[in-house]
């Protein structure tokens, strides 16, 4: 929240993405907010979207933190 992201973002695009450091496609996961209250619905709406099994984390399966139940250690 705050200027300093979009112009941190401005950054992202000038910078490693031009320099192919990442893609396109890496700049769809991060959202701007301007305030709490956009933080939230931006939330919401993903959290809405898992509720009802739509595929709207990405990434979550790949880089969640598993447990080991049995040694009680991350894996």
Known sequence: ?????VN??????????K????S??????I???SDFNDAFRIIQRFH???????DICRNFNKYRIKINK???KWI
């Open 31 to 33: 959202f701007l907010a």
């Open 1 to 5: 929240m705050g200027d300093m992201w």
């Open 70 to 72: 049995d040694l009680k």
């Open 19 to 22: 320099k192919k450091f990442l």
């Open 48 to 54: 809405d979207g898992y509720l009802k099994g739509d």
């Open 24 to 29: 396109n496609k890496d700049l769809e996961n």
């Open 8 to 17: 941190f973002y401005n950054w992202i695009k000038d910078n490693p993405l």
